[in-house]
């Protein structure tokens, strides 16, 4: 369980830093970024979801 709230909190930091630092530094792949931001939540959030049905 402690695992589970780990990776929760890693992925919502991943996105978080995905869709706020990355497009202040560099303005022209804001688009690519947040693209890349959405793919990699979803990412996280498949591998939390098949965690949980796992521990289900």
């Known amino acids: 369980m402690k695992m589970l709230m780990k990776l929760a909190m890693v992925g919502t930091a991943v996105g978080l830093a995905a869709n706020y630092g990355m497009p202040m ?4 792949t804001k688009k690519r970024v947040k693209r890349q931001a959405k793919m990699i939540q979803g990412i996280v959030g498949s591998m939390f979801g098949n965690l949980v049905g796992a521990l289900r």
């Open 25 to 28: 530094m560099n303005r022209r």
